[in-house]
């Protein structure tokens, strides 16, 4: 599998999410930041919108949802047509049974955990995710700096599931850039959300492929 991309439409024009959404075809999935103001001190959008975004998306939807209580709300999200599903460990009651859940759905089941969050408690539930995602910023707000110290724990991630023959997709969502993608995708993500990184560009095609160059430029082992 090559590097996946996945522009996240936080940093999109919210009254123009149509041609927004449009504008990143090029790209591999479409990132859906869902945030409720309580597990993080942001608000964005819920169900209602995720819907429509599914119905005019060209790309596979995938839901981040920094919300509280994902054992009820994450299903609901796989119900509304996101191709990909992907909760906090830290909001979670029974992390395994969502991702059961979501599989039961016919959707991805993703884990995050936020920068201060270690990961080798997911060493021996590699097999019940489909995607671990290591936020690379404290989740909440687009257009912050990567923060570097985050990086070992995809190469510990990586070595792991290695070891254990897991095809777990690693993604890496926040202050991913022309600067960092190389740093980022050598410590072993294979999935990358970018926000600024995209929509800051001018023109958004021309940037997916330049940063898909330089992300081959990385290519882990
Ligand atoms: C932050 C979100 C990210 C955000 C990334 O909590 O999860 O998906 O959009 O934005 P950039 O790429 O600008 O750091
Ligand atoms: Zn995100």
């Known amino acids: 599998m090559g590097i996946q991309i996945a522009p996240s439409i936080l940093a999109a024009d919210f009254a123009n999410l149509e ?14 930041d869902v945030m409720d103001a309580h597990f993080v001190p942001n608000m964005t959008l819920g169900l209602p919108i995720l819907e429509r975004v599914v119905q005019v998306s060209p790309l596979p939807v995938d839901a981040h949802l920094m919300i509280d209580d994902p054992d ?6 796989a119900e509304a047509g996101a191709s990909s599903v992907t909760f906090h ?9 969502i991702a059961r859940d979501l599989r039961k759905l016919g ?16 060493f021996d539930y590699l097999s019940e995710f489909d995607m ?31 070891a254990a023959g897991s095809e777990v997709w690693i993604q890496a969502d926040g202050g991913v ?8 995708v050598d410590a072993g993500a294979d999935m990358l959300v970018m926000g600024s990184a995209v929509y800051g560009a001018e023109n958004r095609g021309t940037e997916i492929a330049a940063l898909r160059a330089l992300s081959a430029g990385g290519r882990h082992g």
Request: proline residues 8%; without cysteine.
């Open 132 to 162: 671990i995602l290591i936020m690379t910023v404290e989740p909440g707000f687009g257009g912050q700096l990567l923060i570097e110290s985050t990086l070992p724990k995809f190469r510990a991630l990586r070595a792991a599931a290695k």
């Open 107 to 122: 959707v991805r089941a993703g884990v995050a955990i936020k920068p201060g969050t270690p990961v080798e408690p997911l």
């Open 89 to 97: 460990m830290e909001a979670a009651a029974a992390p395994v049974r």
């Open 19 to 32: 041609s927004e959404i449009a504008s990143v075809a090029d790209a591999d999935w479409l990132h859906v």
């Open 72 to 77: 009820m709300w994450a299903p609901r999200y």
């Open 177 to 184: 850039s022309r600067e960092t993608i190389a740093r980022v």
